[in-house]
Structures are given as structure tokens and as C-alpha cells.
């Protein structure tokens, strides 16, 4: 890194230097892209539905047959896509309403930011398939409200995961200087103005390594949804296949693996990230 | 509001399920607390094969989802390894300390990093054995970094712990769900009680868990009220505070 000396940072950088818009900069605009065409193909491609099954029987005093094993791996990850789905839908809820709780809790009069310390700390403090089945009598107790299990599911983890998620944008926040806040001042700027221009722009990458953690934990917090709420995600999909052969100890197995496929590549991307904005506030 | 308050028979039966509920959490963390400092230290062994099976236990144990890691022990394990009658609530016990000693190994790893080179070399030139520099040099200076992480991560495993209801132990979450299936066979369709109060014992669970936590920092901060780099106190509290501000 050559620091730029004092006199210059103020003025506009040459065109071409490190101060480019984002989506000049096809190192950002590329990784910007992919997750956003990822985002719309998971939102409107949903897994084809069907019953977890196989036809393979496997022999009774195989304690483990591989035969059965490749079989299941269809309807399985059939399963994971319809768990992945589902939380990446939820993170949505996460990154928007964990920004609201966040400025929430900043706000300036107690009466707004000590209900919003408390929720967010109850929400964050109480086991998720509480919450999950507490939610689902919730709705069936209310007349004219009919939610499916999977809408259950991207609510109350998303919702669950803005809690965290606000913790990460209030430190995200905090960590902008001082003074970028009295030069916005002193530039006359807008209050909002000052967060959409000079604030979060600074705050977001900071906050995005703790976000990328909390979408791998949401996802190992999605099958829960299965047993509990009959969401045809990756448990239940081990659950219903156990039902149907008896056997069990493939598919938890396998279950187990086909989310290790999934969430240590997604952990490795998250270290890269967090190496990447490192790097760059150096 | 008199809805809020359940039946003594109701609050009777939660007491049944949260010693199960803490029982769980207290094995889990007994292991997950050994796991953590064990493997922590593993992972920065000058043994390459220590470190490699360290680093493989990591990250499974991290990149594994606990509910099917339970489900795994509870299902899977018993018929692979042959054993039809083990412990439900041990193997549950045994799943989430296995998913906790992933992330506190990290922790306990980060931690010991941070602890300033000089005290490691310092131990070193006294003579100290290398199970003494960590015992009494090492591990008392980066249990202040380790602490507070520690807090937040029992509280996942609190809450991890209403899943092992999924696997048929009668935690507090399972009395929960007997307590709803009486409810409904008597036609009381309110579920706002139960759940608050449920919820309210989880949370209340969690903050004395918080509390715990700080009092050990706090007992750990006047044992070694001295930080990395400070001179050994002479003058008391005021002193004291005045290095720590710095």
C-alpha cells in the first residue's frame, strides 16, 4: 500500500486508481453478479416435489450398503437444495432487518432503543425450534392467516439471524470514524445523505465477513425446520427415507456429508472474503 | 395477564424437563470445554500430523450442522459401532460438545496467538517444560481473550440443547409439546402462555450464564490485574486502573 500524503486524499483520485466506483471494478462487479444471478435462480427455481424414496433394498445385517447409499443421493439433495433455498430466501429478511434493528438500537431516545435491546437480545438467547413451533401455533391460532412451512421457516430464521445480524452492522457502524461523521456535518450534508453516501458505504465491508459466518450458520439451522414444521428440506428428507426403509444409518450420513459439500466451501469463500477486506482497510 | 401463569402441575413437569435441559448442557460443556482447550492447542503444535488431525476435527465439527451431527450420534452411531442401548442423553451430550470443541478450539487458538511473543520466549529462557509455559504463562493471560467468547458460545449450546427434544430425551422443549397435546385435548387454544414462559426460561437461563461469565472475568481481572506490558502493580486498585486505562 503507498499512502496517498495528506493533501491529495481530499481531491477526486485519477481515473483508473483505487478510488473507481464499485462497478467499474469488474474484481467487485464479477462476485456482485454471481451472487445476485445465484439469488434469482434459488428464488424462483424451486426443488421438484415428490416423495423421499428409493427402490434399492439393501440387506439386513449390512450395517452400512453402499448400494443403498448411492441411491439415496438424489432425493437427499433434492432435500439440501430446498434447505438452501430456504435460508438464502431468509437472509434477505436478515440483511434488511438486521439493519433496521441496528439503526434501532442506535437511535437516540430510550424509548425506541432499550424495546429494541431487549428483543434483539431475547430473540438471540432463545433456541430457534422454540421459536419455530411457537410461531407455527402462533399463525394456526389466528383466523385468515395461512402460512406454508417453509414460509414459517424464512421468517422466523430470518428474523432470528437479524438479531445477530444487527449486532454485526451496529459494530460495523461504530468502527467508521468519528471523524468521517463531523466531516459530514461540516460539509452540510443531509442526515441521509451522510449514511447513504459516507456511512454505510464504509460500514458494509467491514460487516460483510460476520454476515457470510451468519449465512453459513443459518444454513446449519435450517433443517431443524424439517422434523418440526414438515419442511422438505435435507432432515426430512433423511427422516422420511429412515420411515420407509428402516434403515438409518445412510441417510443421516450421507446427509451429514452432503452439508459438510456445502457449508465448508461457503466458510472457505467467507476466510477469502475476510482476508479481501482486511487487506484492503490495511 | 392471567394467562401468563401455567398450573403448579404445568410448572412442575417444566421443572422435570429442565434438569434434563441442563444436564445436556452441563456434559456438553464439560466436553466442550476439554475439546476447546485440547484441540486449541493441538492446532498450534509443531507437529504437522497433530496439526493436520486437529485442523480436520475443526472443521467438521464446525462445518456440520448440530441438529444432524445429533441425529448422526443418535441414529447412526449405535448401529455402525454395534451398541443398541447407549445413553440417549450422553450421546446428545457427546454431539453438541463435539460441535462446541470446534469453535471453542478456534477460539483458544486465536487466543493463545494473541498472547505477546515475549511471554512465551520469556518461559522459554527461565526453563520453564513446555506443559508449564502453557499451564502458567500461556493459558492464565489468553483465558482473559478466551472468556467472554466462551460466554456466547454456551449460550449457543443452551440453545442447542432444546433440539435434543427431537431425538425423544424429555428435555424442556419435549415437556413443552406435552404440555400443548393436554392443552389441546382440553380445548385451550391460547398458546401465548406456554410459549412466553418457555421462552422466558431459556432466557433467563442464558443471562445467568452471561452473568457467570462475568463474574470469572471479573475474578480473573483481580488475579492477574496486570495486563501484557504492564509493570507489577505496587499502589493498589488505583494504580491498577490507571495501567489498565492505558
Known amino acids: 500500500m503507498t499512502a496517498a500524503p495528506p493533501s491529495t486524499s481530499i481531491s477526486e483520485a485519477p481515473a483508473g486508481g483505487r478510488h473507481r466506483r464499485w462497478y467499474r471494478d469488474p474484481g467487485r462487479l464479477v462476485p456482485v453478479l454471481l451472487v445476485l444471478l445465484g439469488f434469482a435462480v434459488l428464488a424462483s427455481v424451486e426443488a421438484p416435489r415428490g416423495r423421499f424414496r428409493t427402490d434399492v433394498i439393501a440387506g439386513r445385517d449390512e450395517a452400512f450398503s453402499f448400494e443403498f447409499a448411492v441411491s439415496i443421493i438424489a432425493p437427499l439433495g433434492r432435500g439440501l437444495y430446498t434447505t438452501a433455498r430456504a435460508t438464502v430466501l431468509a437472509f434477505t429478511i436478515t440483511l434488511v432487518l438486521g439493519l433496521v434493528l441496528a439503526l434501532l438500537r442506535r437511535s437516540g431516545s430510550r424509548l425506541v432503543r432499550w424495546p429494541a435491546a431487549f428483543v434483539i437480545e431475547f430473540i438471540r438467547s432463545t433456541p430457534i425450534l422454540v421459536q419455530f413451533i411457537f410461531f407455527q401455533q402462533l399463525v394456526r391460532a389466528i383466523d385468515g392467516v395461512s402460512l406454508g412451512a417453509v414460509q414459517i421457516l424464512i421468517l422466523v430464521l430470518g428474523v432470528h439471524y437479524a438479531t445477530y445480524a444487527s449486532e454485526a452492522y451496529r459494530a460495523g457502524i461504530d468502527s467508521v470514524p468519528k471523524g468521517q461523521w463531523e466531516a459530514a456535518i461540516a460539509l452540510n450534508l443531509s442526515p441521509l445523505t451522510t449514511w447513504t453516501r459516507i456511512v454505510i458505504p464504509q460500514a458494509v465491508p467491514n460487516v460483510l465477513p460476520t454476515l457470510g459466518n451468519y449465512l453459513v450458520a443459518a444454513l446449519k439451522d435450517a433443517p431443524i425446520a424439517g422434523p418440526v414444521l414438515g419442511v422438505p428440506g435435507i432432515l426430512f428428507a433423511a427422516t422420511a427415507i429412515r420411515g420407509d426403509t428402516f434403515r438409518q444409518v445412510e441417510p443421516f450420513l450421507l446427509a451429514g456429508a452432503g452439508f459438510l459439500l456445502v457449508s465448508l466451501p461457503a466458510a472457505w469463500l467467507v476466510r477469502r472474503l475476510e482476508a479481501r477486506v482486511a487487506y484492503e482497510r490495511t | ?246
Open chain 2, 1 to 246: 395477564m392471567e394467562d401468563l401463569i401455567l398450573s403448579e402441575g404445568q410448572y412442575r413437569q417444566l421443572l422435570v424437563g429442565l434438569r434434563v435441559t441442563l444436564s445436556v448442557l452441563g456434559w456438553s460443556f464439560l466436553l466442550g470445554v476439554v475439546l476447546s482447550l485440547s484441540v486449541g492447542v493441538m492446532r498450534l503444535s509443531s507437529n504437522r500430523v497433530v496439526r493436520g488431525v486437529a485442523l480436520v476435527y475443526v472443521e467438521f465439527a464446525r462445518g456440520i450442522s448440530s441438529i444432524i451431527l445429533l441425529f448422526i450420534m443418535a441414529y447412526a452411531i449405535p448401529i455402525l459401532f454395534g451398541f443398541q442401548q447407549g445413553s440417549r442423553l450422553l450421546l446428545a451430550s457427546l454431539a453438541l460438545g463435539l460441535n462446541m470443541g470446534g469453535y471453542g478450539a478456534e477460539i483458544v487458538r486465536g487466543s493463545i496467538l494473541a498472547v505477546p511473543k515475549g511471554q512465551t520466549e520469556a518461559s522459554i529462557a527461565l526453563n520453564l517444560t513446555p506443559f508449564q509455559r502453557l499451564r502458567f504463562v500461556v493459558l492464565p493471560q489468553a483465558l482473559r481473550i478466551i472468556l467472554p467468547p466462551f460466554g456466547n458460545l454456551t449460550i449457543e449450546i443452551l440453545k442447542g440443547t432444546a433440539l435434543v427434544s427431537l431425538i425423544a430425551l424429555t428435555d424442556l422443549m419435549q415437556v413443552v409439546s406435552i404440555i400443548r397435546q393436554q392443552q389441546l385435548a382440553n380445548q385451550v387454544s391460547d398458546v401465548t402462555g406456554l410459549f412466553v414462559n418457555v421462552l422466558m426460561i431459556y432466557f433467563v437461563i442464558a443471562q445467568v450464564i452471561n452473568g457467570v461469565f462475568r463474574l470469572a472475568e471479573r475474578a480473573l481481572d483481580r488475579r492477574f490485574s496486570s495486563r501484557p506490558g504492564d509493570l507489577p502493580t505496587l499502589g493498589g486498585p488505583a494504580t491498577a486502573a490507571a495501567g489498565a486505562g492505558g
